[in-house]
């Protein structure tokens, strides 16, 4: 697995935040790798090269010759794919654990927000460096869609209301027809 801890995309920050809880090291090669990923799959290869974006045959290829650089897409991929399947059960007991104690989590970001309030919606997203606590019931609806495998654009809401109701919200109630939208994420990390 990388050193790098923080993300683009909110799965993937939720995975590597997770990584912190594993009991083992995940495989590091990547013929191992995919021998996980074929296992986890139940060697259905088509499924598996659609989930990677790469076809059957590099697969193959992959398994009998040598190893892609580092700096190739797939290798990123197989790397990805496997934090993403990782110990599910340490995850879930990590998440439980966290839900039965407040359900309180840390999230460093740095990202693009745009603001909708009565009077119109911000043209222009502006960039912000934020570290905050969020609190129920965003945690657990975080963790809920990641066992779902939801889409990112799900996460992407859930992390947009939490960020409305924990950040910009929090002295006062939120007024109708108030929202923050995450427009995009350049940095994202999230701590429990």
Not at 47 to 67: G, K, N
């Amino acid at each position: 697995m990388s050193l790098r801890l923080s993300a683009s995309t909110v799965q993937e920050a939720l995975d590597r935040a997770d990584s912190r809880h594993w009991t083992r090291h995940p495989p590091r090669s990547p013929r191992a790798r995919l021998a996980y990923l074929f296992k986890q799959n139940r060697h259905d290869i088509p499924a598996l090269a659609h989930r990677l974006q790469t076809t059957t045959r590099d697969l193959e290829a992959l398994s009998t010759t040598a190893p892609p650089p580092k700096d190739h897409p797939l290798y990123n991929r197989l790397e990805r794919e496997v934090i993403r399947l990782w110990q599910p059960r340490v995850r879930r007991r990590a998440h439980d654990a966290i839900l039965a104690h407040n359900g309180q989590m840390m999230l460093s970001f740095r990202a693009w927000l745009g603001f909708t309030a009565a009077a119109g919606s911000s043209d222009d997203p502006r960039l912000r460096f934020l570290t905050l606590s969020l609190t129920t019931p965003y945690p657990q609806r975080l963790f809920t869609a990641r066992h779902n495998d939801a889409p990112e654009e799900d996460l992407h809401a859930i992390l947009s209301d939490a960020l409305g109701a924990c950040y910009f919200h929090r002295d006062r109630p939120t007024l109708t027809g108030e929202s923050v939208r995450l427009q995009r994420i350049d940095y994202l990390e999230f701590y429990y």
